[in-house]
């Protein structure tokens, strides 16, 4: 499951991460594409970036800022203009790989 992150070493809670998460965790933010469409938010850069493949890849994360008392951000398909969407040294969730439903009736 290695091959798939960034050979850039992670911190002590993003490398745990890594360990429990079949997505993709990114330690090299500074080499990570944000394209948050505002210059004001260049340099705003997480401590990890998660692209999830599932729920439980979310939830992972959540439980894991938590424990660590890491502060959580998160992106969907757009940006926020005023970055409210990163925080500094978070623990940051790229929704934009998410992109389908399923309904369980």
């Keep these: 499951s290695g091959e ?9 809670p993003c ?11 990114v330690c090299n933010v500074a080499a990570y594409k944000f394209n948050w469409g505002n210059k004001i938010c260049d340099g705003i850069l997480p401590r990890c970036v998660l692209r999830p493949v599932g729920a439980a890849d979310v939830a992972a994360a959540v439980a894991l800022a938590q424990a660590e008392s890491i502060p959580l951000s998160y992106r969907s398909g757009g940006h926020s203009y005023t ?11 790229d929704l934009r790989s998410l992109n389908a439903v399923q309904l369980h009736p």
């Design 4 to 12: 798939r992150r960034t050979a850039t070493a992670c911190a002590p």
């Design 15 to 25: 490398a745990a991460l890594a360990q429990r998460v079949a997505g993709e965790v």
């Design 83 to 93: 970055c409210n969407s990163i925080k500094a040294d978070s623990l940051h969730i």
